[in-house]
C-alpha cells in the first residue's frame, strides 16, 4: 500500500517496507540495491491499452458513474472502469449487484461475501475471491471461515455441489438437489434463502467469465497486484497492431473480414423479409447440427492448466470437475432444453419477484439493456443494424449450454460467427480460467475494444441467464 511520507516531505513510501527519509526519493533507494515492488500490469485491463479506456470513456455519463462509485467506495475498481465503456449496462448493472450485497434480503451481509467467494473460486478468479475476503472482512465476517472451506458452517459448505454443477454443467441440476438444502433439519436452507444464494452463485460464475474475457488486471492494492521483478518490454507493449497483427496484408485480411460480416448481415436481413419460413424439423436439424460442432470448437492449442494459489484453492473441492461439452458422441446426452417450456419471461421472472423481491425486476431490466444495447456501429461503419448479430452471440452462448431456440435458425450463427469468434465465446463462457490475450485479439481484428467488451457483455449476461433457467426450473419442479 502506498503511503505519503510523514516527515512533510511530500515523497512517497511503502508502508511496512522502509521508513521515509526527507533526502532519499525511489530512485536512490533502488540504486543501493533496495527492490520495490511495481505494479503488475498498466490500467484496468492487460488486453485493452488504458488510453483507449480513458478515450472512449469521457462521455458525461460515464463520468457520472465514475464519481458514484468513487464517492461509494472510495475508489474505481477495474471492472467499472472496463464496464464503463459502456455506462447503460454499468448502470444497470449496479443497481443488481448493490441489490444483492448490501440491502435487505434473506441471508446475512457476510454469508453474501461467502458466497461470491465459493463462485469465484470455481474458476480460480483471484480477483473476485480476494476483493470478497476484504469485504468480508469488513461486514464482520468470521475470519476463520477463510483458512478453507471446510472451516465454514455446515449449511454453506451444503451449497458446494450445486455451487459446483452451476459454475460448469448447469444441465445436471435436479430438483433432488434443490430438495437436499431445502429439507428440514440444523442446516437446512429456507425456500427465499436458496434463491438469493443461486443469484449471487450465477452472478459471480458470469462475472468470472467477464474478468478473463477482459484481462481484468488485479487492484493495486490485492495480492499479487505487485512483484519485485522488472516490467518486461512485451508486458509494456499495449500497441494493438503489435498484438492483433493487423498491419499490412493481415490488416487488409482484417478489413475484408468486416466487409464479409456485413454482408451476410444484410443478406440474412434480407432472406427473412423474403422467407415464408422453415419447417421446424429443419429447425431443429440446424440446432443439433450447431450443437454437434461446437465440440468441436476449442483452442487450437494446448493450454497449460493453472496452478491454484492457496487462497484460491481452499475454497474449492473437486477442482478437477470442469465443463464438459453438453454432448459427446457415444456419450447419453441430456435432454436439449427447450426455451419455450420454461422461459425468463414466463417462468423464471416470477419466480424470483415472488421469493426475492425486486431482483427479478432489476435482473430482467439488465437482461434487456444488454440484449438490446446497440450503437449502431461495426468497426469503421456507422448506421448499421446489429440486431441478428447480437442476437447469434447471445444464442450461441444458450447453444454450448443445451438450450435451444425453437424459433431461431441456427444457420445464422454458422453465417455470422466466425471460428476464432467461436473459439473465445465457448471459451470465455464455459472455462474462463483458460482464456488468452491471443485469443481475444484474434477475433474481430479490426474492431473497437469496446465492441469486444460489448461481446463480453452479452457472454455474461447470456450465461448467467442460462445457468438461472435450469435452476430455476429444478425449483419449480421440486415446488410442483
Known sequence: MIVAGSDGCGCTDIKGYLPC?????????????????????????????????????????????????????????????????????????????????????????????????????????????????????????????????????????????????????????????????????????????????????????????????????????????HAFQPPSPRSCDSSPASEDGVSGSSGKDAMQEVEVLMARMKLLQECQLEEEGVTQEEMETRFELEKTESLLV???????????????????????????????????????????????????????????PDMGQLLDEKFQVVYNLTYNTIAMHSGVDTTTLRRAIWNYVHCVFGIRYDDYDYGEVNQLLERSLKVYIKTVACYPEKATKRMYTHFWRHFKHSEKVHVNLLLLEARMQAALLYALRAITRYMT
Open 21 to 225: 527519509e526527507q533526502c532519499g526519493d525511489l530512485r536512490n533507494k533502488e540504486d543501493r540495491g533496495i527492490k520495490l515492488p511495481r505494479q503488475l500490469g498498466r490500467g484496468p485491463s492487460s488486453f485493452i491499452p488504458v488510453e483507449e479506456i480513458l478515450q472512449e470513456g469521457t462521455e458525461r455519463a460515464q463520468r457520472q458513474l465514475f464519481i458514484e462509485a468513487f464517492v461509494s467506495a472510495g475508489r474505481v475498481d477495474n471492472v467499472t472502469m472496463v464496464m464503463g465503456l459502456h455506462p447503460e449496462y454499468l448502470a444497470s448493472f449496479w443497481k443488481t449487484q448493490y441489490l444483492l450485497l448490501h440491502l435487505d434480503g434473506p441471508l446475512p451481509y457476510p454469508k453474501r461475501h461467502y458466497i461470491a467467494i465459493m463462485a469465484a473460486a470455481r474458476h480460480q478468479c483471484s480477483y473476485l475471491v480476494g476483493f470478497h475476503v476484504a469485504e468480508f472482512l469488513k461486514v464482520g465476517g468470521n475470519p476463520g471461515w477463510l483458512q478453507g472451506l471446510h472451516c465454514a458452517p455446515q449449511k454453506l459448505r451444503n451449497l458446494n455441489e450445486i455451487n459446483k454443477i452451476l459454475a460448469h454443467r448447469p444441465w445436471l441440476i435436479t430438483k433432488e438437489h434443490i430438495e437436499a438444502l431445502l429439507k428440514t433439519g440444523e442446516n437446512s436452507w429456507s425456500l427465499a434463502e436458496l434463491i438469493q444464494a443461486l443469484v449471487l452463485l450465477t452472478h459471480y460464475h458470469s462475472l468470472a467469465s467477464f474478468v478473463f474475457g477482459c484481462g481484468i488486471n488485479l487492484e493495486t492494492d490485492q495480492e499479487g497486484g
Open 298 to 356: 476449442a483452442p487450437s492449442v494446448d493450454i497449460a492448466e493453472h496452478t491454484l494459489p492457496p487462497n484460491v484453492l481452499c475454497f474449492v473441492e473437486e477442482p478437477e470437475f470442469g465443463y464438459k461439452d453438453f454432448t459427446r458422441k457415444g456419450e447419453q446426452a441430456p435432454p436439449t432444453f427447450r426455451a419455450q417450456d420454461y422461459t425468463w419471461e414466463d417462468h423464471g421472472y416470477s419466480l424470483i419477484n415472488r421469493l426475492y
